[in-house]
């Protein structure tokens, strides 16, 4: 069963949009068909059509020339992965042969509240350290992460890339996760990097177990909804 959210007419446009990209093999640098072209080309209005290419340009998969037109910026990336696989971030780019990368990491301290503490098994106070990320797959924004653990966790290893990879280093192996899942918009306000734009996302709420039932995670993360795509596997009792 494939686990999806309302789809706006924004999306079903960006969706038309890359078919159109994909069809005419159009690479990165090459110009896209004028908007006048485009609204008659998929039968829809001028400001469904902005909405949904101001969106792509956010995204990083447009790019638009002041007085030359909108061309394509990076080719879009479908990452297909399963809920109830634990892969991190970095595999699932790494899955389809795109490139992974981190345009922003931000790590501060923090003192864990009483969700938090509760949520990490810690007490009130304790010491955590909150590292903020934004992931790339070949330029494209394709998650926005938000990780807290234990300072103890932290300072067992370095902090590479991938935040799984760094705990594999520190002997930290994650064994499975507690996961809330729900759609939500975010904005420039929220994402800088989305410049004057927006976009939805899938907010996974989660907590990291290792073998022993320790937490050591409790993660934030948004994945870009015209990137990634979740399965989710259902059994009957």
Do not use: W
């Not at 037109?69 to 399963?82: E, P």
């Not at 780019?93 to 938090?116: E, F, H, M, Q």
């Amino acid at each position: 069963m494939r686990l999806s959210v309302d789809r706006s007419m924004s999306d079903k446009i960006q969706d038309s949009l890359l078919s159109m990209i994909r069809e005419r093999a159009l690479k990165p640098g090459d110009q896209i068909p004028t908007e006048i072209e485009l609204c008659d080309l998929l039968g829809v209005g001028r400001s469904s059509l902005r909405e949904a290419v101001a969106q792509m340009i956010s995204h990083g998969l447009l790019t638009r020339v002041q007085g030359k037109g909108t061309f394509v910026r990076q080719i879009a990336l479908k990452l297909h992965g399963g809920l109830d696989d634990l892969m991190s971030v970095t595999d699932m780019i790494r899955s389809v042969g795109a490139v992974p990368s981190t345009s922003r990491i931000d790590v501060k301290p923090i003192a864990a509240s009483g969700d938090l503490a509760h949520k990490l098994g810690l007490e009130v106070g304790d010491a955590c350290v909150q590292i903020e990320r934004v992931r790339r797959a070949d330029d494209a924004i394709a998650a926005y992460c938000i990780d807290i653990v234990p300072k103890a966790v932290f300072d067992a290893g370095p902090l590479g890339e991938s935040l799984f990879g760094s705990l594999a280093r520190a002997g930290i192996r994650l064994s499975h996760t507690h996961s809330s899942i729900q759609p939500t918009i975010l904005t420039p306000r929220d994402l800088p990097e989305l410049q004057d734009g927006f976009g939805l996302f899938l907010l996974i709420d989660e907590v990291d177990f290792d073998q022993t039932g320790r937490a050591v995670c409790y993660s934030n993360d948004y994945y870009n909804s015209s990137i990634f795509r979740f399965d989710l596997v259902r059994k009957r009792r």
